[in-house]
């Protein structure tokens, strides 16, 4: 068998169904074996491969299974390494395919040369070349298991011609359906360790437990709010962790951290003697630069990953649990022999933290209420929750919309029916990500939230979108300006703004001519009907908003808001 076609049924046989890329000059015999194959595996051709690699990336976060994206050699390995990275750094199970120049002619310069296992070792968590056809099904079969066990994430294949066009043994050849999501394996810790964990849980008299995206990658909801909701332990979540538990639950308190908080739950993780950390790490945007909780007075602190490296790795534990979530999560629960006691004891605490919360929603209120030009962007983020359903996803962008999203999109359900990249924040990644996240899907509603700034780097997936006919929905928040860093140039560097403002663009303009039916927004009275239509129409829809810059509107995130505040007291504004 031909090492391409052993390579195409090696990922059919295990389960994979669609894979996003586009064709070059060296990956011929791969096409070849993909068009054999097309009963089995949807390729989806995109514009470019940095939008393959996010369109895998927003497909393995809601599916849960491996996200594929491929490209050819030279600039199209280059370009596919943003959402490889992204989805390393965000635990996702990701395998990029890149084909390559033939083996026999390496180091001959050869056209598009490129040491490609050195540009994406940085950037992955395994990758390699394969370097004869003989060994290719065994490779890909190790690729999609070091994508899925462990701390899941980025995978990758170097693919020479002369590996994808010679002879493979048929017997190599076979699928293993169990390595296509993740977590393929799952493991608990010692039973001695969950026994000391539970006993410091259930004496602790402020305990708090923080979910990160490990507990959504593992699907562990359920047993987390079974055991957050039995022991009335507060529950918040950092970004990418949005979605461990329904933020309707009683135990819910939100995002924490620097970007996108609820101003209640950081003060909560502030007061807490005790912290689990499940799934998460203790990085910088979920600690405020390690200052919630304090570094140098921290509570004690619990933490449960599957990954060795995170475990203890900023503060010091009092028992560290090296373990999947949701086996770790439900072994605690068992090991605690009165759960109602510490419920009863723990009770008047969330009663307290639930009065806050509902200050906090009524202060969202009365921001959405306030129609001034240009639009808030809080008031597009309530007229979004009001019009979509509990299983819509949404896919943002990390720039404009996150922080918003974060604080102030309620999720009713557990799951991931929100997207977005924290680990690297490249910008373009919601216009592409939608095409991932609808074939993830089957058939949910899809959004994707962007800015202007994103726009320019991504508009041409808005010609994949229609011709795929995909029913989403585009949002673009629109300022004019790469608002973040015009915001960090306002409140750290005196205003002094350099190459951040862009001139006024015509946006829905050029959504027609992708295809889109599409509508501008500039009149606060037409935010809500204009959602409504877009959600209504049943087609691709591009809706652009104009926004308020973050340099008159201050998202919610931590570090802006206290510098705002204190620009305000020194200038006079406030006293």
Not at 158 to 185: H, I, N, Q
Not at 386 to 409: K, M, S
Request: a negative charge; charged letters at 20%.
């Amino acid at each position: 068998m031909q090492g391409a076609r052993a390579l195409v049924d090696v990922l059919a046989e295990s389960g994979v169904r669609h894979i996003f890329g586009l064709p070059g000059d060296t990956g011929m015999a791969f096409y070849d074996a993909l068009r054999e194959r097309r009963d089995a595996i949807d390729h989806i051709m995109t514009r470019d491969e940095r939008s393959a690699s996010f369109m895998a990336d927003v497909y393995a976060r809601v599916s849960g299974r491996v996200g594929i994206c491929e490209g050819p050699s030279g600039g199209g390995a280059t370009y596919s390494v943003p959402g490889v990275a992204e989805a390393q750094g965000s635990a996702i199970p990701l395998l990029c395919l890149t084909s390559d120049t033939p083996a026999n002619q390496h180091g001959r310069g050869v056209l598009t040369e490129l040491d490609q296992e050195g540009l994406f070792r940085p950037v992955t968590k395994w990758n390699a070349r394969v370097n004869s056809a003989a060994t290719m099904a065994e490779m890909a079969r190790r690729a999609l298991r070091m994508a899925t066990t462990g701390r899941p994430g980025a995978t990758h294949l170097s693919l020479p011609t002369d590996a994808l066009e010679g002879e493979t043994p048929d017997s190599s050849v076979y699928g293993v359906p169990e390595l296509a999501a993740a977590p393929s394996l799952r493991a608990q810790p010692d039973q001695a360790l969950i026994e000391r964990a539970a006993a410091e849980l259930a004496a602790a008299e402020r305990p708090m437990i923080v979910a990160g995206g490990g507990v959504v990658t593992s699907q562990a909801w359920d047993a987390l709010t079974t055991l957050a909701e039995a022991l009335n332990v507060p529950v918040a979540t950092s970004i990418n962790g949005k979605g461990s538990i329904a933020e309707t639950s009683d135990v819910a308190m939100g995002v924490i951290g620097g970007n996108g908080a609820r101003p209640y739950a950081n003060a909560c993780v502030a007061d807490a003697d005790l912290i689990v950390y499940v799934g998460s790490r203790t990085d910088s945007t979920t600690t405020c630069h390690w200052t919630l909780p304090s570094m140098a007075q921290p509570p004690a602190i619990i933490q449960i990953d599957v990954e060795p490296f995170e475990i203890g790795n900023n503060y010091p534990l009092a028992v560290g649990l090296l373990g999947d979530a949701r086996l770790t999560l439900t072994a605690m629960l068992d090991a605690i022999p009165r759960p109602s006691a510490v419920a009863g004891r723990n009770r008047p605490r969330i009663e307290r933290l639930l009065a806050e919360r509902a200050a906090f929603w009524d202060d969202v209120a009365a921001q959405a209420a306030v129609h001034a030009r240009p639009i808030k962007p809080a008031q597009v983020i309530r007229a979004l929750r009001t019009t979509l359903d509990d299983e819509a996803i949404v896919v943002a962008d990390p720039g404009t919309p996150t922080p918003f999203l974060g604080a102030q999109y309620e999720l009713r359900r557990p799951g991931r029916t929100t997207v977005i990249p924290r680990a690297h924040g490249g910008l373009g990644y919601a216009i592409p990500g939608v095409v991932g996240a609808w074939y993830a899907g089957e058939g949910r509603r899809v959004v994707g939230m962007t800015g202007d700034g994103s726009f320019g780097m991504s508009v041409g997936e808005l010609e994949t979108i229609t011709r795929l006919g995909l029913p989403v929905v585009i949002i673009q928040c629109s300022n004019n300006t790469f608002g973040w860093i015009k915001e960090l140039q306002h409140l750290y560097h005196g205003d002094r703004y350099f190459g951040v403002d862009f001139t006024r663009v015509d946006y829905a303009a050029i959504a027609r001519g992708f295809g889109f039916r599409a509508a501008h927004v500039d009149d606060p009275a037409d935010v809500d009907r204009a959602v409504a239509n877009a959600f209504a129409d049943g087609g691709p829809y591009f809706l652009d908003i104009a926004t308020e810059s973050p340099v008159t509107e201050t998202p919610p995130v931590a570090a802006w808001t206290a510098a705002e505040a204190e620009r305000r007291v020194a200038s006079g504004e406030v006293r």
